[in-house]
């Protein structure tokens, strides 16, 4: 059900007005809170100082390091009709084929072609499938939020897209793409624009709460696995 109503929406990709700026019209198959969004100013978000990843996500560049080197390109994509589709595509072709794994007993290991997973397994393989469309790496954060603004929920990992008309979301738990400041969450933390082994905090107050829920990455957690070594079974981490 949900492959068919995703896609319909993806089918409604027909054109794109190239104006710059927040309330520039986007294709339809975007989706209409989206458009809405960006009408009402979505941005880029504010990025502040580094802080420390996840072990599962150092664990994660271990073993497929391709997904974690830098290529130099700009970070911040031009929306254009055929962006769109990729962004809409890849949500919805991800979002219908992984299926959610709720055992939810191993979050260090990040699977790259997994069909089942956590959050994680959709974010990473969202940011694959679109570096394999050309995106540049830099415009592809892997992002920390929290779905409700209350610190003590779970923590939930999504993608944003840096983009000329805002930082927008792939989400595995919606079949649209939103606006970053249009999904409700609370933003933790994301990768760098700069350096994707890099992590910048989003919000104010987050470090010290990351600190004392025992977020700290060990040093060596880099080094947790040969680059080489296979994914192991089993689903992923932060969801």
Request: proline share 6%.
């Amino acid at each position: 059900m949900l492959f068919r109503s995703v896609s319909k929406i993806s089918l409604g990709l027909i054109a794109v007005l190239l104006t710059a700026g927040p309330a520039a019209a986007l294709p339809g198959g975007v989706g209409a809170r989206l458009k809405e969004g960006l009408a009402r100013g979505a941005t880029s978000m504010v990025e502040g100082a580094s802080t420390s990843g996840y072990k599962g996500f150092f664990i994660f560049c271990a073993n497929y390091p391709e997904q974690c080197t830098g290529d130099g390109k700009a970070a911040t994509v031009e929306l254009d009709e055929q962006k769109a589709r990729d962004l809409v595509e890849v949500n919805t072709e991800v979002n219908t084929r992984v299926v959610p794994d709720n055992r939810g007993n191993d979050f260090d290991h990040w699977q790259l072609y997994a069909n089942f997973g956590h959050c994680n397994e959709y974010a990473i393989q969202k940011r694959k499938a679109l570096i394999d469309r050309g995106w540049p790496i830099g415009a592809l954060a892997l992002s920390v939020v929290h779905t409700s603004y209350d610190k003590g929920n779970l923590l939930h990992l999504v993608l944003s897209v840096r983009t000329d008309k805002g930082d927008l979301v792939l989400d595995n738990l919606r079949p649209l793409v939103l606006p970053w400041n249009r999904t409700g969450y609370g933003w933790v933390m994301r990768q760098s624009a700069s350096d994707p082994l890099r992590w910048v905090l989003l919000g104010e107050d987050v470090d010290p709460w990351l600190k004392a829920r025992g977020r700290e990455v060990p040093a060596e957690a880099v080094a947790a696995k040969a680059p080489n070594a296979p994914p192991e079974p089993g689903p992923s981490d932060a969801g």
